[in-house]
C-alpha cells in the first residue's frame, strides 16, 4: 500500500471513528428518551453493538499508527459530513427519534460501503474486512429501526388522544412522564 | 378527522416540507459539487423529483389551509430532526456527496413512512397517497446514490493518485478549480 493510499484509508477511519463517537453518544440519549420498551430494546442493543464497532475502528487506526481523532477536531470531522450539533439534539418524540437513527444507521452504512472499497483499492484486506463486518450489523440496525415506526406512530396518534382528553402537550419523555405520574 | 389528528398531520407535513426545502438547497449544491457526469446526473435528476415533492407537501398543507412554515421556522423544525446546518455544510468529496446524500434520502423515507401510517391513522388518505408516492421516488432516489459508491471510491483512490503526482490537495471542486487556475 503505497503512502497516500494509507493516508485515504486512515482519514476515512478518522471520519468512521467520529461517526462511531456520535452513534455512542446519541444512542446513549436515545435509550434514555425512547419511553417505550420495545423502542428502548431497539437502541440498547445497537448500543452495546457500537461500543464493539468503535474499539473495531479505533483499532484499524493504531494498526495504521494513529490515533483517533481528539474532540475538537472530532466535532470538524462529524461537521464534515452534516452530522454538526446532531449530538446536541434531542429528538422529542418516537417519530423523530425513527426518523433520525434511520438517516444516521444509513450514514454509517454508506461510511462502511465506502471504507470497504477505499481500503480494498488501496489494498488494505484488514481495513476492508472489519468495515465489512461492521457494515452487516449497521444494515441489521437500520432494519430493526425501521421496525419502530409502527410503534412509533402508534405512540404518537395515542399521545394525541390522551392529549385531547387531557389537555396537554405530550411529545417529549418527560411530558409523557408527567402525564404517567399525573395520572397515576 | 379529529382536531387533534389533523394537527398531528398538519406538524408533520410542515417537517416534512422543511425537509423538501432543505433537499432542494442542498441537491443544488451537490449538482455544483458534484464533478462527475455520472454522478452530477443521479443529483440533478433528484433534484427535479423534489421540486415535484416539495409542490405536493405544500399541496397537502394547503388543503388544510395551512402554509409552509416560515423561514425561520423551517430552521428550528429541520434542527428538531438532526438537520440544522446542513444547507451549508459543503460535502467536499464526492465520497462525503455520496454519504451525506444516502443519509438524508433515508431521512426522508423515514419521514414518509411515517407520515402515510400518521394520516391514514387519523383518516386523511389523500396525504397518506401522496406519501406513499414520494415514497417510491425517495426509495428509488437512494438506490441511486448507493449507486455512486463505486465510482465515489474510484474518483478518490484517482485523486490520491494525481495528488501523489502533483503533490497537491485535491478532493473540493473549488481547490481543483484552483488549481486549474493556478496552472494556467
Redesign the interface.
Known sequence: M?D??E??VVE?LRDAHAIEEQALKQLERAVELANDDQIEQVYREHLEETHEHEKLVRERLEAHDHEPSAVKDLTMRS????L???AD?A??TP??L???F??????E???Y??LG??AR??GDDETAQAAEKILEQERAA?EK??ET??R???L??EA??S??EEGSDSGSEEASREKEEAKS
Not at 79 to 82: C, I
Open positions: 503505497g497516500s493510499g493516508e485515504r476515512h461537521g464534515a459530513v452534516g454538526r450539533q446532531l439534539i429528538p422529542e417519530v423523530k425513527a426518523m433520525h434511520y438517516a444516521f444507521e444509513h450514514l452504512i454508506a461510511n460501503e465506502l472499497r477505499i483499492g488501496a437500520a429501526v425501521a415506526f409502527d412509533a406512530a402508534e404518537l396518534l394525541e388522544e392529549e385531547g
